[in-house]
């Protein structure tokens, strides 16, 4: 149904008591997923911190000694690149 069909065409009715319950719901909804949001990027950062750790150990017994903010950006930014 295209809006210019609707019978109340263009005079509308707003219910504002159920406009404001998909609100609530909205906002419920977007809390959630930020919550999610931020647990994932807490887990991706967990697993960036022990790569890199064990990278560093790895290249330590090569006699390589690396940055540790450098080891981090490089895992975080392929592990980044694979969630997308």
């Not at 960036?48 to 895992?75: P, Q, T």
């Amino acid at each position: 149904m295209y809006i210019y069909e609707n019978p109340d065409w263009p005079h509308f009715i707003v219910d504002l008591s159920r406009t404001e319950k998909l609100e609530d719901k909205i906002s419920e909804l977007k809390y959630f997923l930020d919550g999610m949001l931020m647990m994932i990027s807490d887990r991706n950062s967990e697993i960036a911190s022990f790569l890199s750790d064990s990278l560093k150990a790895s290249w330590a017994i090569e006699g390589i000694d690396l940055s540790d903010i450098d080891i981090y950006s490089a895992v975080a930014k392929r592990l980044e690149s694979h969630m997308r």
